[in-house]
């Protein structure tokens, strides 16, 4: 499957990221609460890709829901910090009193747009990295996964690594294993194999030794919520990686398309943090990891102050707060 979320006979398709490494396994999702489902599990996961989820909900509900409205409301609120998903929701929501097929229609341009877009942001960003570090083969630094599995089908901040990697000028990517449910150990890296990229997993807690040990040349991140001061909320980690990049004179690059702007947040103090199941820190595959009554602190996303980050860059080039 060349995209990572599709639409084929009536039904929502999606890349299943919960069974990667392990199994490559499409779902077909023929219902809103199945999309919620995904959406929630995070089977369906990165801003970009949400907001294609968003979009192609809608479409769904159109084609089968008594109350679009309703079902639009659900897959607009599945997850709370990604902007993406309720701007997909209100753009193919837009063209609903034209009919199902004006929806569907609409989230399939949005699909097309977000591949260019990515594209075009992370073209643009390989340019500002390459400005910025020495001019050879660079070792980078990935937190998370913001390749194509995050966004339809090219990727946001490991798009950089693609373009990068067709010009020989990719020695090494480090990938921070990253919670929840090690998305950049599980995801990053079967990208990075699949595109025969070098690379090597390492504890999130690594990341700061790594860049001491003049590992590191560039950071590259993408984000779900960036607020118009240019405050980021990204993966949960996202924050002490600035901080650690901004001590060692290492630059640190976030990636993302336009859409992942909301001009309507002064700062990101007001970007809601989504906080996850607490058995994905006490229990692995159903065996306990901690005691049973052990209290945990889950968040999803922390956010990263504007001044920690060297540039910020979506289709448009470098992003002026």
């Not at 058995?279 to 005691?291: F, I, N, S, W």
Request: proline share 5%.
């Amino acid at each position: 499957m060349r995209r990572t979320i599709d639409w084929a006979d009536g039904a929502v398709v999606v890349i299943d990221q919960t069974a990667l490494p392990a199994e490559y396994r499409l779902l077909h999702l023929r219902t809103v609460g199945e999309l919620v489902d995904a959406i929630q599990r995070l089977a369906v996961r990165g801003a970009p890709a949400l907001g294609a989820a968003g979009a192609l909900g809608v479409a769904l509900a159109a084609r089968t829901s008594d109350d679009v409205e309703a079902d639009a409301d659900l897959i607009a609120t599945a997850r709370p910090t990604a902007v993406n998903l309720a701007w997909g929701v209100e753009r193919a929501m837009k063209k609903l009193p034209e009919g199902a097929e004006a929806v569907l229609e609409e989230a399939l341009a949005l699909l097309t747009e977000d591949e260019e877009l990515n594209k075009t942001a992370s073209r643009h960003a390989a340019g500002i990295v390459l400005a910025a570090c020495a001019h050879r083969p660079l070792r980078l630094l990935s937190h998370c996964n913001a390749g194509r599995l995050a966004t339809v089908g090219w990727g946001s901040a490991l798009g950089v690594v693609w373009h990068l990697h067709e010009r020989g000028l990719v020695e090494e990517v480090l990938v921070d294993e990253t919670r929840p449910l090690l998305q950049g150990a599980r995801l990053t890296a079967w990208e990075l194999a699949q595109a025969d990229v070098p690379y090597r997993v390492q504890p999130d807690g690594a990341a700061a030794a790594a860049m001491a040990r003049g590992m590191v040349d560039c950071v590259l991140v993408g984000a779900d919520r960036i607020a118009a001061n240019g405050d980021v909320a990204n993966k949960i980690g996202t924050y002490g990686l600035a901080i650690a990049a901004k001590h060692h004179g290492v630059p640190f690059v976030v990636v993302a398309p336009s859409s992942t702007v909301d001009s309507k947040l002064a700062d990101g103090a007001g970007i809601a943090i989504e906080e996850r199941a607490a058995r994905e820190l006490t229990e692995y595959a159903g065996v306990p990891l901690t005691p049973p009554d052990a209290q945990v602190f889950n968040p999803a996303f922390d956010v990263t102050p504007h001044e920690l980050i060297t540039a910020l860059v979506t289709e448009h080039g470098r992003f002026e707060p």
